[in-house]
């Protein structure tokens, strides 16, 4: 690993005053005069390093931290405390020349001017981060090549799907050719498609211009499809920073054996197989599937109980889906064997 | 600085664009605002035939002034659209956050997004105006009354823009999707006639509280060569330049508000 990291975050923090608003009419009129305010700790002494070229995924339940992560990194917000560096910048002490490096995407709303065209809306950005025209071109022309752009560039953005403007939001964001991207949501609300489209782009950019890219989802397929590494954030704590491997092989506790047999005859003869560890579990027309612990029984040993009782047309063993690992962080188990 | 301009030119060659686009709209909306200029000198001729002078001042000065004010005002017109909005569609709806993600000063984006074009009629209006109020006043107007009535309208322009931003900045600090514009604006009339006629705290709020006599009154006092108040139209840069320097201040801590509460 290189030694020093593009990013840097020491215990950052941010805390925000909100106030309880009071119900109804009395109480939006009491609201006028007296709130009880609360300290809100959104984000709660943060720390993690990103390396130049690294695709990380930053997940977390809604509300858990991530957004307001994202706009201290992006020099939005000002930290209520802790330490960031990010390219050489402290973001919102020298913003107006560290937003030259970075490119940012909201999913939920879009940085392109609503009634101009696409193409009008990439020329103003071409004039607002000083691109020459010749890597304007160069860089038009791959978009339009990965991104599928053409069609749509004379379209004003009003008009467009929700995946074209995606589309159009990320060849945005990469024009002036930032080293790091920030997606907040990129894929939310697209088609499987589109968000296929999406992830090749952020994979083709990645690797071409070494892009270290940070991504928000509720989407762990973006993070299978792209990230290696993984952190996990929920009420304004990390809990989870490492590579997304070691989190499945660490947490993954049950696997699922998804079988075919031969014809009804011999599954007529599963019940034998069952016993209090295990239970078999009709899926469809001659299917069945077992989901076991594999703590407890290995996939080998299971398998030959398996064939030596029944005979077996097709077999299919698979992990237990990221999103109910996620789920049992969130639910606060599980994390301490990671963790330690 | 130039790069500024240039962005500057190339925001508006886009929004005209867009305005164009929409022709019809645009067409009704010029009307619109052409009809209400023009209605506007109307009841100053009524207003005359009933009195033959107001404060000192002719028919023909009084027509001036209100030409004159027409044109810092016009300019102001142009960019002011988004001072408005700025609580509702910048801080409430987010906008703001884009605004902060672009390697351009927060207020140039502001200011400089959307143009009314159309209020240029204004400035068109007002220069007919004060043009045939000078020639039967029978005013010299030599290189320097034409300088000066530029530069006058420019500090103007500066004040009515630095008086409604700091009306805006307000947002920052106070969700608030009306604005607190409406009862300032409504005093801008008041700088459309000679000061000379209003009670002293009439004076005293349209000269150094919010300044719109700065804008319209003293320069023109100044370009009709009359008597009083001679000497306040040296102060009009000053006040635009303090005015502004003040407005900007306070967006500036607004912005650093903003970014400590993301609100």
Not at chain 1, 86 to 98: A, L, T
Not at chain 2, 29 to 37: H, M, N, Y
């Amino acid at each position: 690993m290189p030694a020093a990291p593009l990013i840097s975050v020491r215990d950052l923090s941010k805390h925000f005053r909100t106030f309880k608003r009071r119900e109804g009419v009395w109480g939006a009129i009491r609201n006028l005069v007296k709130r009880d305010y609360q300290s809100v700790h959104a984000v709660d002494r943060v720390t993690f390093d990103i390396q130049p070229g690294e695709m990380v995924g930053y997940i977390g339940p809604n509300g858990a931290g991530k957004s307001t992560t994202i706009k201290m990194l992006t020099g939005i917000l000002v930290p209520t405390a802790g330490e960031l560096l990010s390219n050489g910048f402290v973001p919102w002490k020298q913003r107006r020349q560290y937003v030259k490096s970075i490119g940012v995407v909201f999913g939920q709303r879009t940085q392109l001017w609503w009634d101009i065209a696409v193409v009008e809306s990439f020329k103003l950005l071409r004039k607002i981060y000083d691109v020459s025209q010749h890597d304007y071109d160069a860089r038009m022309e791959l978009f339009n090549h990965v991104l599928k752009l053409k069609d749509y560039l004379d379209t004003p953005v009003r008009k467009l799907s929700l995946g074209e403007r995606m589309r159009c939001d990320l060849a945005a964001a990469l024009l002036h050719n930032p080293p790091i991207l920030f997606l907040d949501e990129p894929t939310i609300g697209l088609d499987v498609v589109a968000k296929d489209h999406i992830r090749q782009f952020l994979k083709e950019i990645n690797q071409r211009y070494r892009t270290t890219v940070l991504l928000t989802t509720h989407d762990l397929d973006d993070i299978e499809e792209l990230c290696k590494r993984i952190m996990i954030i929920d009420h304004g704590r990390l809990l989870y920073d490492g590579p997304l491997a070691l989190l499945k092989q660490k947490l993954l506790r049950t696997k699922q054996v998804k079988f075919v047999v031969k014809d009804s005859e011999q599954a007529a003869r599963l019940p034998a197989l069952e016993n209090d560890g295990l239970k078999i579990e009709p899926v469809d027309h001659l299917t069945y599937r077992i989901v076991f612990d594999r703590t407890k029984i290995s996939v080998a040993d299971l398998l030959r109980q398996i064939l030596a009782e029944v005979e077996v047309r097709d077999l299919l063993i698979e992990d237990e889906p990221i999103e109910e690992i996620v789920k049992r962080i969130y639910a606060g188990e599980a994390l301490k064997e990671v963790t330690a | 600085m130039k790069k500024h301009l240039q962005l500057l030119a190339a925001y508006a060659v886009q929004f005209i664009k867009v305005r164009f686009a929409y022709r019809a709209d645009f067409l009704i909306s010029t009307g619109a605002s052409v009809l209400a200029t023009v209605f506007a000198f109307g009841f100053l001729l009524v207003l005359f035939q009933k009195v033959p002078q107001l404060a000192g001042w002719k028919f023909e000065e009084v027509l001036f002034l209100y030409g004159f004010s027409l044109i810092p005002f016009g300019l102001f017109n142009v960019v002011s659209l988004n001072l408005y909005n700025f609580g509702n569609d910048f801080i409430i709806e987010g906008k703001f956050d884009r605004v902060l993600l672009r390697p351009v000063a927060s207020l140039h984006q502001v200011i400089f997004e959307v143009f009314r074009i159309e209020s240029l009629h204004e400035v068109v209006v007002g220069l007919l105006a004060v043009w045939l109020a000078s020639s039967r006043l029978r005013l010299a107007w030599g290189p320097l009354e034409f300088l000066l009535l530029a530069f006058f309208a420019l500090c103007g322009g500066i004040i009515y823009v630095s008086i409604f931003l700091m009306l805006t900045c307000v947002s920052f600090w106070v969700e608030d999707r009306v604005g607190v514009h409406p009862p300032v604006w409504n005093l801008i009339a008041f700088g459309r006639y000679p000061l000379s006629i209003y009670s002293g705290f009439v004076q005293f709020l349209l000269s150094w509280i919010i300044p719109f006599g700065f804008a319209t009154f003293y320069p023109s006092v100044r370009l009709l060569g009359r008597a009083e108040f001679r000497l306040y139209a040296w102060l009009v840069p000053v006040v635009a330049a303090a005015f502004f320097t003040l407005a900007l201040a306070l967006w500036n801590r607004g912005v650093r508000n903003y970014a400590s509460t993301g609100s």
